[in-house]
Protein backbone atom coordinates (compact mmCIF):
# COMPACT_ATOMS: atom_id res chain seq x y z
CA UNK A 1 0.00 0.00 0.00
CA UNK A 2 0.85 3.78 -0.60
CA UNK A 3 2.92 5.31 1.91
CA UNK A 4 0.75 8.17 1.29
CA UNK A 5 -2.69 5.74 2.26
CA UNK A 6 -0.93 4.81 5.19
CA UNK A 7 0.02 8.32 6.66
CA UNK A 8 -3.38 9.42 6.33
CA UNK A 9 -4.38 6.90 8.94
CA UNK A 10 -3.59 9.06 11.99
CA UNK A 11 -5.61 11.49 9.50
CA UNK A 12 -8.45 9.55 9.45
CA UNK A 13 -8.21 8.74 13.52
CA UNK A 14 -8.12 12.49 14.22
CA UNK A 15 -11.56 12.95 12.01
CA UNK A 16 -13.25 10.07 13.40
CA UNK A 17 -12.65 11.58 16.76
CA UNK A 18 -13.52 15.09 15.74
CA UNK A 19 -17.00 13.69 14.76
CA UNK A 20 -17.49 11.95 17.88
CA UNK A 21 -16.61 15.07 19.75
CA UNK A 22 -19.46 16.86 17.97
CA UNK A 23 -21.47 14.64 18.75
CA UNK A 24 -21.13 14.98 22.46
CA UNK A 25 -20.36 18.77 22.35
CA UNK A 26 -16.70 18.19 23.25
CA UNK A 27 -14.72 21.26 25.36
CA UNK A 28 -12.74 22.97 22.88
CA UNK A 29 -9.44 21.97 25.85
CA UNK A 30 -10.22 18.67 25.92
CA UNK A 31 -10.48 18.31 22.45
CA UNK A 32 -6.99 19.76 21.67
CA UNK A 33 -5.36 17.35 24.65
CA UNK A 34 -7.29 14.11 23.20
CA UNK A 35 -6.66 15.02 19.95
CA UNK A 36 -2.76 14.05 20.20
CA UNK A 37 -1.31 11.09 21.42
CA UNK A 38 0.73 11.47 24.56
CA UNK A 39 4.03 10.13 23.82
CA UNK A 40 5.74 9.11 20.88
CA UNK A 41 8.66 6.87 20.82
CA UNK A 42 11.18 6.12 17.87
CA UNK A 43 14.14 3.57 18.33
CA UNK A 44 16.78 2.54 15.84
CA UNK A 45 18.44 -0.43 16.72
CA UNK A 46 21.02 -2.95 14.85
CA UNK A 47 20.27 -6.82 14.43
CA UNK A 48 22.82 -9.13 13.79
CA UNK A 49 21.38 -11.41 11.31
CA UNK A 50 22.36 -15.49 10.60
CA UNK A 51 24.83 -14.22 7.92
CA UNK A 52 26.59 -12.21 10.56
CA UNK A 53 25.64 -8.65 8.80
CA UNK A 54 24.23 -6.02 10.77
CA UNK A 55 20.97 -4.96 9.77
CA UNK A 56 19.38 -1.53 11.52
CA UNK A 57 15.46 -1.49 12.24
CA UNK A 58 13.36 0.97 12.96
CA UNK A 59 10.16 0.55 15.51
CA UNK A 60 8.02 2.66 17.68
CA UNK A 61 6.05 2.41 21.00
CA UNK A 62 2.99 5.26 21.01
CA UNK A 63 1.02 5.94 23.78
CA UNK A 64 -2.29 7.94 22.91
CA UNK A 65 -3.73 8.31 26.10
CA UNK A 66 -3.13 6.73 30.03
CA UNK A 67 -5.73 8.43 31.91
CA UNK A 68 -8.30 5.65 32.34
CA UNK A 69 -5.21 3.27 33.47
CA UNK A 70 -1.93 1.64 31.94
CA UNK A 71 -1.73 1.51 28.27
CA UNK A 72 -2.47 -0.97 25.93
CA UNK A 73 -1.85 -2.07 22.81
CA UNK A 74 -0.44 -4.68 20.79
CA UNK A 75 3.15 -4.87 18.76
CA UNK A 76 2.98 -5.10 14.48
CA UNK A 77 5.49 -6.64 12.97
CA UNK A 78 5.06 -5.58 8.80
CA UNK A 79 7.44 -4.13 6.34
CA UNK A 80 5.02 -0.94 5.52
CA UNK A 81 4.67 0.06 9.17
CA UNK A 82 5.38 3.80 10.12
CA UNK A 83 4.60 6.71 12.59
CA UNK A 84 1.31 7.93 11.29
CA UNK A 85 -0.24 4.83 11.46
CA UNK A 86 1.07 3.63 14.83
CA UNK A 87 -0.19 6.75 16.50
CA UNK A 88 -3.47 6.48 14.46
CA UNK A 89 -3.77 2.64 15.75
CA UNK A 90 -2.35 3.64 19.61
CA UNK A 91 -5.92 6.09 19.56
CA UNK A 92 -7.78 3.65 18.46
CA UNK A 93 -7.01 1.03 21.26
CA UNK A 94 -7.83 4.10 23.47
CA UNK A 95 -11.16 4.14 22.46
CA UNK A 96 -11.40 0.66 21.78
CA UNK A 97 -10.52 0.16 25.73
CA UNK A 98 -12.85 2.57 27.21
CA UNK A 99 -15.73 1.64 24.55
CA UNK A 100 -15.91 -2.00 26.23
CA UNK A 101 -15.46 -0.54 29.62
CA UNK A 102 -12.04 -2.09 30.81
CA UNK A 103 -9.54 0.21 32.80
CA UNK A 104 -6.53 0.93 30.44
CA UNK A 105 -5.33 3.73 28.08
CA UNK A 106 -4.40 3.29 24.49
CA UNK A 107 -1.03 2.05 23.09
CA UNK A 108 0.95 0.57 19.94
CA UNK A 109 4.29 -0.59 18.69
CA UNK A 110 5.37 -1.72 15.55
CA UNK A 111 8.65 -2.30 13.77
CA UNK A 112 9.48 -2.33 10.73
CA UNK A 113 10.34 -5.66 9.42
CA UNK A 114 9.05 -8.82 7.08
CA UNK A 115 8.16 -11.10 9.77
CA UNK A 116 8.29 -13.99 6.82
CA UNK A 117 11.78 -13.32 5.80
CA UNK A 118 13.68 -13.29 8.88
CA UNK A 119 14.49 -16.60 10.73
CA UNK A 120 13.35 -17.87 13.92
CA UNK A 121 17.18 -16.99 15.13
CA UNK A 122 17.18 -13.66 13.74
CA UNK A 123 13.00 -12.77 14.63
CA UNK A 124 13.99 -13.65 18.37
CA UNK A 125 17.19 -11.39 18.16
CA UNK A 126 14.78 -8.42 16.80
CA UNK A 127 12.00 -8.98 19.38
CA UNK A 128 14.77 -9.43 22.39
CA UNK A 129 16.58 -5.52 20.84
CA UNK A 130 13.36 -3.74 20.54
CA UNK A 131 11.21 -5.14 23.93
CA UNK A 132 15.09 -3.40 25.31
CA UNK A 133 14.78 -0.40 23.25
CA UNK A 134 10.88 0.31 24.40
CA UNK A 135 11.26 -0.89 27.99
CA UNK A 136 11.55 2.60 29.23
CA UNK A 137 8.09 2.86 28.96
CA UNK A 138 6.29 -0.93 29.74
CA UNK A 139 5.64 -2.80 32.63
CA UNK A 140 2.47 -4.09 34.25
CA UNK A 141 1.34 -0.62 35.48
CA UNK A 142 2.71 1.46 32.51
CA UNK A 143 2.20 0.00 28.96
CA UNK A 144 1.46 -3.52 28.22
CA UNK A 145 1.64 -5.16 25.19
CA UNK A 146 0.16 -7.90 22.99
CA UNK A 147 0.24 -9.51 19.41
CA UNK A 148 -1.12 -7.61 16.80
CA UNK A 149 -0.46 -8.26 12.74
CA UNK A 150 3.03 -10.17 12.14
CA UNK A 151 3.89 -11.38 16.06
CA UNK A 152 2.65 -14.36 17.67
CA UNK A 153 2.15 -15.67 21.47
CA UNK A 154 6.25 -16.64 21.01
CA UNK A 155 7.24 -13.13 20.34
CA UNK A 156 5.38 -12.12 23.54
CA UNK A 157 7.10 -14.79 25.36
CA UNK A 158 10.54 -13.09 24.43
CA UNK A 159 9.33 -9.66 25.51
CA UNK A 160 8.29 -10.97 28.94
CA UNK A 161 11.57 -13.05 29.05
CA UNK A 162 13.65 -9.91 28.33
CA UNK A 163 11.60 -7.44 30.74
CA UNK A 164 11.98 -9.76 33.14
CA UNK A 165 15.83 -10.18 32.63
CA UNK A 166 15.99 -6.89 33.41
CA UNK A 167 13.61 -6.42 36.37
CA UNK A 168 15.48 -10.11 38.02
CA UNK A 169 12.78 -11.82 38.49
CA UNK A 170 9.42 -13.18 36.09
CA UNK A 171 7.48 -9.68 35.40
CA UNK A 172 4.51 -12.15 33.51
CA UNK A 173 2.20 -9.12 33.43
CA UNK A 174 4.37 -7.16 31.37
CA UNK A 175 2.46 -8.26 28.21
CA UNK A 176 -0.32 -10.47 27.20
CA UNK A 177 -0.85 -13.09 24.70
CA UNK A 178 1.78 -15.13 25.98
CA UNK A 179 1.59 -19.04 25.95
CA UNK A 180 -0.31 -21.05 28.10
CA UNK A 181 3.01 -22.09 30.34
CA UNK A 182 4.25 -18.71 30.79
CA UNK A 183 0.95 -16.97 32.47
CA UNK A 184 -1.19 -16.72 29.30
CA UNK A 185 -4.64 -16.62 29.42
CA UNK A 186 -6.81 -19.77 28.08
CA UNK A 187 -9.00 -18.57 25.66
CA UNK A 188 -7.07 -15.40 24.20
CA UNK A 189 -6.27 -16.89 20.91
CA UNK A 190 -9.42 -17.46 20.16
CA UNK A 191 -10.81 -14.03 21.68
CA UNK A 192 -10.77 -11.59 18.67
CA UNK A 193 -12.57 -14.67 16.80
CA UNK A 194 -15.31 -15.55 19.23
CA UNK A 195 -15.80 -11.74 20.43
CA UNK A 196 -16.71 -11.10 16.28
CA UNK A 197 -19.09 -14.07 16.35
CA UNK A 198 -20.56 -13.27 19.51
CA UNK A 199 -21.32 -9.69 18.31
CA UNK A 200 -22.41 -11.20 15.05
CA UNK A 201 -25.11 -13.55 16.71
CA UNK A 202 -26.06 -10.28 18.96
CA UNK A 203 -26.58 -8.18 15.25
CA UNK A 204 -28.29 -10.72 13.63
CA UNK A 205 -30.81 -10.91 16.45
CA UNK A 206 -31.19 -7.80 16.43
CA UNK A 207 -32.16 -7.67 12.90
CA UNK A 208 -34.19 -10.47 13.34
CA UNK A 209 -31.78 -12.54 11.36
CA UNK A 210 -32.22 -15.59 13.72
CA UNK A 211 -34.90 -17.20 11.97
CA UNK A 212 -32.62 -18.80 8.54
CA UNK A 213 -29.38 -19.83 7.66
CA UNK A 214 -27.30 -16.47 7.52
CA UNK A 215 -24.31 -16.95 5.25
CA UNK A 216 -21.15 -15.41 5.86
CA UNK A 217 -17.91 -14.21 3.70
CA UNK A 218 -14.46 -13.72 5.85
CA UNK A 219 -11.91 -11.87 3.94
CA UNK A 220 -8.20 -12.59 6.07
CA UNK A 221 -7.79 -15.94 7.33
CA UNK A 222 -5.61 -14.71 9.74
CA UNK A 223 -6.04 -15.42 13.45
CA UNK A 224 -9.28 -13.57 13.39
CA UNK A 225 -10.65 -15.18 10.40
CA UNK A 226 -10.09 -18.21 11.34
CA UNK A 227 -11.58 -18.63 15.01
CA UNK A 228 -14.75 -16.78 13.34
CA UNK A 229 -14.95 -18.88 10.69
CA UNK A 230 -14.69 -21.99 13.01
CA UNK A 231 -16.93 -20.85 16.12
CA UNK A 232 -19.75 -19.17 13.47
CA UNK A 233 -19.72 -22.40 11.78
CA UNK A 234 -20.41 -23.89 14.89
CA UNK A 235 -23.27 -21.79 15.51
CA UNK A 236 -25.02 -22.71 12.91
CA UNK A 237 -23.91 -20.30 10.50
CA UNK A 238 -22.83 -21.27 6.89
CA UNK A 239 -19.07 -20.15 5.70
CA UNK A 240 -19.52 -19.65 2.08
CA UNK A 241 -16.50 -18.32 1.34
CA UNK A 242 -12.83 -17.31 2.83
CA UNK A 243 -9.77 -15.54 1.70
CA UNK A 244 -5.60 -14.85 2.52
CA UNK A 245 -3.27 -12.82 1.08
CA UNK A 246 -2.81 -15.29 -1.85
CA UNK A 247 -6.46 -16.40 -2.99
CA UNK A 248 -10.06 -16.02 -2.42
CA UNK A 249 -12.59 -19.45 -2.21
CA UNK A 250 -16.62 -19.49 -2.98
CA UNK A 251 -18.71 -22.43 -2.09
CA UNK A 252 -22.43 -21.25 -2.02
CA UNK A 253 -23.34 -24.26 -0.79
CA UNK A 254 -20.80 -23.75 2.47
CA UNK A 255 -17.04 -24.73 2.63
CA UNK A 256 -15.93 -27.76 4.47
CA UNK A 257 -13.55 -25.82 6.98
CA UNK A 258 -11.90 -29.08 8.18
CA UNK A 259 -10.88 -29.98 4.71
CA UNK A 260 -9.92 -26.95 4.83
CA UNK A 261 -7.74 -26.41 7.62
CA UNK A 262 -5.93 -29.70 6.16
CA UNK A 263 -5.33 -28.11 2.85
CA UNK A 264 -3.98 -25.01 4.60
CA UNK A 265 -1.20 -26.56 6.60
CA UNK A 266 -0.39 -28.45 3.78
CA UNK A 267 -0.46 -25.55 0.58
CA UNK A 268 0.10 -22.65 3.04
CA UNK A 269 -2.90 -20.97 1.99
CA UNK A 270 -6.48 -21.77 1.15
CA UNK A 271 -5.94 -20.96 -2.56
CA UNK A 272 -6.54 -24.81 -4.35
CA UNK A 273 -9.03 -25.67 -2.63
CA UNK A 274 -10.52 -28.13 -4.46
CA UNK A 275 -14.18 -27.98 -3.44
CA UNK A 276 -14.98 -24.71 -4.36
CA UNK A 277 -14.23 -22.24 -7.04
CA UNK A 278 -11.82 -19.61 -6.52
CA UNK A 279 -12.26 -15.90 -6.83
CA UNK A 280 -10.97 -12.79 -6.44
CA UNK A 281 -10.63 -10.64 -3.41
CA UNK A 282 -12.44 -8.14 -4.35
CA UNK A 283 -15.49 -10.93 -5.75
CA UNK A 284 -15.43 -12.20 -1.79
CA UNK A 285 -16.27 -8.64 -0.61
CA UNK A 286 -18.83 -7.96 -3.02
CA UNK A 287 -20.94 -11.78 -2.79
CA UNK A 288 -24.70 -11.92 -1.76
CA UNK A 289 -24.29 -12.87 1.76
CA UNK A 290 -26.04 -12.32 4.85
CA UNK A 291 -22.59 -11.19 7.16
CA UNK A 292 -19.27 -10.01 5.62
CA UNK A 293 -16.56 -10.07 7.69
CA UNK A 294 -13.50 -8.32 6.61
CA UNK A 295 -10.14 -10.14 8.73
CA UNK A 296 -7.50 -8.78 6.83
CA UNK A 297 -6.17 -5.16 6.52
CA UNK A 298 -7.18 -1.94 6.77
CA UNK A 299 -8.86 -0.30 4.33
CA UNK A 300 -10.41 -2.85 2.33
CA UNK A 301 -14.26 -1.33 2.26
CA UNK A 302 -13.40 2.00 1.00
CA UNK A 303 -15.61 4.50 -1.04
CA UNK A 304 -14.99 2.64 -4.50
CA UNK A 305 -16.57 -0.41 -3.38
CA UNK A 306 -18.90 0.02 -0.16
CA UNK A 307 -21.39 0.91 -2.87
CA UNK A 308 -21.39 -3.36 -4.03
CA UNK A 309 -21.37 -4.67 -0.81
CA UNK A 310 -24.40 -7.01 -1.07
CA UNK A 311 -23.93 -8.38 2.90
CA UNK A 312 -27.12 -7.25 5.52
CA UNK A 313 -23.86 -7.05 8.15
CA UNK A 314 -20.40 -6.24 8.16
CA UNK A 315 -18.44 -7.02 11.27
CA UNK A 316 -15.17 -5.62 11.27
CA UNK A 317 -12.96 -7.80 12.68
CA UNK A 318 -9.72 -6.22 11.29
CA UNK A 319 -8.79 -3.05 12.45
CA UNK A 320 -9.79 0.48 9.85
CA UNK A 321 -10.87 -2.14 7.57
CA UNK A 322 -13.84 0.47 6.36
CA UNK A 323 -13.12 4.14 5.49
CA UNK A 324 -14.78 6.64 6.75
CA UNK A 325 -16.30 7.87 3.39
CA UNK A 326 -17.37 3.61 2.89
CA UNK A 327 -19.16 3.96 6.31
CA UNK A 328 -21.55 6.48 5.44
CA UNK A 329 -22.28 4.26 2.29
CA UNK A 330 -22.97 1.82 4.09
CA UNK A 331 -25.41 3.56 6.64
CA UNK A 332 -26.69 5.06 3.83
CA UNK A 333 -27.85 1.71 1.83
CA UNK A 334 -29.19 0.00 5.15
CA UNK A 335 -26.37 -2.03 5.96
CA UNK A 336 -24.95 -2.77 9.58
CA UNK A 337 -22.08 -2.20 10.66
CA UNK A 338 -20.53 -4.08 14.03
CA UNK A 339 -16.97 -1.49 13.95
CA UNK A 340 -13.62 -2.66 14.66
CA UNK A 341 -13.55 -1.15 18.21
CA UNK A 342 -16.12 -3.56 19.22
CA UNK A 343 -15.74 -6.31 16.65
CA UNK A 344 -12.16 -7.38 17.31
CA UNK A 345 -11.88 -6.14 20.64
CA UNK A 346 -12.45 -9.59 22.10
CA UNK A 347 -8.50 -9.53 22.01
CA UNK A 348 -7.58 -6.91 24.73
CA UNK A 349 -10.84 -7.86 26.83
CA UNK A 350 -9.12 -11.74 27.35
CA UNK A 351 -5.76 -9.40 27.30
CA UNK A 352 -6.83 -7.96 30.46
CA UNK A 353 -8.17 -10.86 31.94
CA UNK A 354 -4.64 -12.62 31.58
CA UNK A 355 -3.03 -9.40 33.29
CA UNK A 356 -5.83 -9.22 36.10
CA UNK A 357 -4.98 -13.51 36.51
CA UNK A 358 -1.25 -12.67 36.36
CA UNK A 359 -1.31 -9.96 38.61
CA UNK A 360 -3.24 -11.96 41.45
CA UNK A 361 -1.15 -15.36 40.21
CA UNK A 362 -4.66 -17.20 39.91
CA UNK A 363 -5.99 -18.57 37.13
CA UNK A 364 -9.44 -19.36 35.40
CA UNK A 365 -10.67 -22.17 33.35
CA UNK A 366 -11.76 -21.14 29.85
CA UNK A 367 -15.13 -21.40 30.24
CA UNK A 368 -14.77 -18.64 33.05
CA UNK A 369 -13.23 -16.60 30.69
CA UNK A 370 -15.47 -16.65 27.42
CA UNK A 371 -18.42 -16.03 30.00
CA UNK A 372 -16.79 -13.00 30.91
CA UNK A 373 -15.69 -11.86 27.53
CA UNK A 374 -19.66 -12.59 26.39
CA UNK A 375 -20.62 -10.45 29.34
CA UNK A 376 -18.28 -7.57 28.52
CA UNK A 377 -18.54 -7.54 24.60
CA UNK A 378 -22.47 -8.19 24.54
CA UNK A 379 -22.74 -5.27 27.31
CA UNK A 380 -20.37 -3.20 25.12
CA UNK A 381 -23.18 -3.68 21.95
CA UNK A 382 -26.34 -2.87 23.84
CA UNK A 383 -24.93 0.54 25.04
CA UNK A 384 -23.37 1.32 21.66
CA UNK A 385 -26.46 0.30 20.17
CA UNK A 386 -28.64 2.54 22.58
CA UNK A 387 -26.66 5.20 21.82
CA UNK A 388 -27.01 4.78 18.00
CA UNK A 389 -30.59 4.63 17.87
CA UNK A 390 -31.31 7.36 20.30
CA UNK A 391 -28.86 9.86 18.82
CA UNK A 392 -29.72 8.71 15.00
CA UNK A 393 -25.92 7.80 14.32
CA UNK A 394 -24.74 4.83 13.01
CA UNK A 395 -22.61 2.37 15.62
CA UNK A 396 -19.50 3.74 14.49
CA UNK A 397 -20.02 7.14 15.50
CA UNK A 398 -21.68 5.87 18.73
CA UNK A 399 -19.19 4.03 19.38
CA UNK A 400 -16.70 6.51 19.68
CA UNK A 401 -18.51 8.66 21.02
CA UNK A 402 -19.54 6.65 24.13
CA UNK A 403 -15.43 6.11 24.62
CA UNK A 404 -14.87 9.35 24.20
CA UNK A 405 -17.04 10.18 26.80
CA UNK A 406 -15.56 7.82 28.57
CA UNK A 407 -11.92 9.01 28.12
CA UNK A 408 -13.12 12.63 28.73
CA UNK A 409 -14.61 12.21 31.65
CA UNK A 410 -11.33 10.68 33.51
CA UNK A 411 -9.32 13.31 31.93
CA UNK A 412 -11.52 16.15 33.05
CA UNK A 413 -12.32 15.08 36.59
CA UNK A 414 -8.21 14.01 37.20
CA UNK A 415 -7.48 17.36 35.96
CA UNK A 416 -4.30 19.40 34.33
CA UNK A 417 -0.95 18.63 35.97
CA UNK A 418 0.73 20.55 37.76
N1 LIG B 1 -3.59 -6.10 18.91
C1 LIG B 1 -4.92 -6.33 19.39
C2 LIG B 1 -5.83 -5.16 19.07
O1 LIG B 1 -5.59 -4.41 18.15
C3 LIG B 1 -4.93 -6.71 20.87
C4 LIG B 1 -4.36 -5.70 21.79
C5 LIG B 1 -4.21 -6.19 23.24
O2 LIG B 1 -4.63 -7.30 23.54
O3 LIG B 1 -3.67 -5.43 24.03
O4 LIG B 1 -6.85 -4.99 19.68
Redesign the pocket.
Known amino acids: MAVETRASAYQTAQRRFDAAADVIGLSDDTRRTLREVKRELTVHFPVRMDDGSVHVFTGWRVQHNISRGPA ?3 IRYHPQANLELVKA ?1 AML ?1 TW ?1 CAAVGIPYGGSKGAVACDPTKLSLNELEHLTRRFATEIAILIGPEKD ?1 P ?3 MGTNPQVMAWIMDTISMHSGHSVTASV ?2 KPVDVGGSEGRTDA ?1 GRGATYLTLEALKYLHFDDQTPTVAIQGFGQVGRSAARLLDEAGLTIVAVSDSKGAIHNPKGLDLSALEEHRQVRGGVGGFKKAESITNEELLELPVTVLVPAAIEQQITEDNAGKIRARLVTEGA ?1 AAVTPEADQILHDRGIFLVPDIIA ?2 G ?2 IV ?1 YFEWVQDLQAFFWEEEEINTKLHHVITRAFYEILHMSVNKHIDMRLAAYALAVQRVANATTVRGIYP
Open positions: KGGLMKIAPDTGPNNAGVS
